[in-house]
């Protein structure tokens, strides 16, 4: 399947006042297009940023990122973006909070088919019913669905997905996991979910990439996940696979601290990575894709 993401000896610095702090250097990562892939590592080593870099929202220092065979210059409807806190006006009601993103970018199509389209993305995410409670009545779930329904509903080509279920207990998180694993089976968005759950990113995943810690930090390890889809929980976890991959992946996060500077360059160095072509003019949409023109976002994040 052709690629739908390329970062190409991506990096980003932040000015400091002893000098540059570089937090990511050299990443290179392919994706491709429907394809699902985890990123994990150490707390602070740079997943959120990369994420932000790909969304738009945080701006690059070096190197290239494409997206659909187009360098990107910005956030758009074509990324959807779920933060670990979705970030909800508690003012507002469900299918309101759904509604502020669809008005923005369909702002032709009327009105009750836009409220059909808020009201279609809360069924997905099982909250057809609470499609009228205020967001501040909601628990913590049922607004992360919220914020789910949010992302779908613009009818993204990719979805990033920061810690999406980081603040969720256990039995929510494995619910919401497989809203998800529905709701991407329907649209076939491309996805980069940010985790700190090892089992998270092996059920869900098609490739886990591991990060080196930071500084300059970048790209260690990817594992290829083998299991069939649709996938089972308990089919996973009895994978005669599961467990050699989950060591692996606990092997390489006990030891990603240890990888110096130097042999950083070298894992970047190792494979010569070629310059990405990019499209010289606008791409053509898919069959049936309807292009919509580029909202203005701030750059901002929350969660
Ligand atoms: N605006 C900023 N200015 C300076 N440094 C920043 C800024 N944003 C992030 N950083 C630094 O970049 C590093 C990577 O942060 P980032 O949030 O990407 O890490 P992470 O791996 O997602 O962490 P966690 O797993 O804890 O969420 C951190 O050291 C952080 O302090």
């Excluded at 945080?58 to 409807?77: H, K, L, M, N, W």
């Excluded at 913590?140 to 980081?166: H, N, S, T, W, Y």
């Excluded at 089976?185 to 490739?207: G, N, P």
């Excluded at 494979?271 to 010289?280: W, Y």
């Amino acid at each position: 399947m052709a690629d739908y993401v390329e970062l190409y000896r991506v990096a980003k610095t932040y000015p400091q006042t002893s000098g540059d702090v570089v937090i990511v250097d050299n990443f290179n990562l392919d994706i491709a297009e429907g394809e699902f892939v985890s990123l994990i590592g150490h707390s602070g080593c740079g997943k959120s940023t990369v994420l932000s870099m790909i969304a738009g929202l945080t701006t690059i220092s070096r190197g290239q990122i494409v997206v659909a065979r187009r360098e990107i210059d910005g956030p758009g409807p074509d990324r959807g973006v779920v933060f670990q806190s979705p970030c909800l006006l508690p003012w507002l009601t469900a299918i309101d909070n759904v509604l502020l993103g669809i008005d923005r970018v369909f702002p032709h199509v009327p009105r009750a088919e836009r409220r059909a389209m808020a009201h279609y993305y809360l069924e997905l995410v099982g909250l057809a019913d609470s499609a009228k409670q205020l967001a501040k009545e909601l628990s913590q779930g049922m607004q992360q669905r919220v914020g789910i329904a949010r992302a779908f509903a613009l009818a993204p080509k990719m979805i990033l997905l920061d810690e999406p279920f980081g603040m969720l207990d256990s039995l929510t998180r494995f619910e919401l996991q497989e809203v998800l694993i529905e709701l991407l089976a329907q649209t076939k968005a491309t996805t980069l979910m940010v985790t700190h759950d090892i089992d998270e990113a092996l059920f869900m995943s098609d490739r886990v990439v591991m990060m080196t810690s930071g500084p300059a930090a970048t790209v260690g390890e990817i594992l290829h996940v083998p299991f069939d889809r649709p996938r089972h929980r308990t089919a996973v976890l009895a994978h005669p696979e599961y467990h050699l991959l989950r060591h692996r992946m606990l092997d390489f996060l006990e030891h990603a601290h240890l990888v110096p500077t130097a042999l950083k360059s070298t894992i970047a160095e190792a494979e010569p990575v070629p310059a990405i072509p990019v499209a010289a003019t606008a791409v053509v949409p898919r069959d049936g894709m309807r292009v919509f023109p580029t909202p203005e976002v701030p750059e901002t994040r929350c969660g």
